[in-house]
Nanobody
């Protein structure tokens, strides 16, 4: 299983950006997915999670601005980011849950087995 995240870039505060994560094994339909981010000098933290059944979780810092979704082809997961702020600047990583059809939200990094390479998002003020 390989994940590839893309769609990052340099935007201004208030702009929108959509990150995509493509998965090679076609397993997104049966596994939860998460987006994490790591800002300079900080630890990586969860941003949003979607279970295979569609339950979602958002960090308080992005709630109401970010949306995680899965394409109908079940190969791609998106992170729609609206009303971006300079504090959203980070490297964003997508990750796939290690547990088949986990029915509840898990935000711990240890719950995720496969990781994408990261996409840089920079938000200028």
């Amino acid at each position: 299983v390989q994940l590839q995240a893309f769609g990052g870039g340099l935007v201004r505060a208030g702009d929108s950006l959509r990150l995509s994560c493509a998965e090679s094994g076609g397993t997104f339909g049966n596994y939860g997915m998460g987006w994490f981010r790591q800002a300079p000098g900080k630890e990586r933290q969860v941003v949003a999670v979607r279970t295979a059944s569609g339950l979602t979780y958002y960090a308080d810092s992005v709630k109401g601005r970010f949306t995680i979704s899965r394409a109908k082809d079940k190969i791609t997961v998106y992170l729609q980011m609206d009303s971006l702020k300079p504090e959203d600047t980070a490297i964003y990583y997508c990750a796939r849950d290690r547990t088949f059809r986990r029915s509840y939200i898990h935000t711990s990094e240890s719950s995720y087995e496969y990781w994408g390479q990261g996409a840089q998002v920079t938000v200028s003020s």
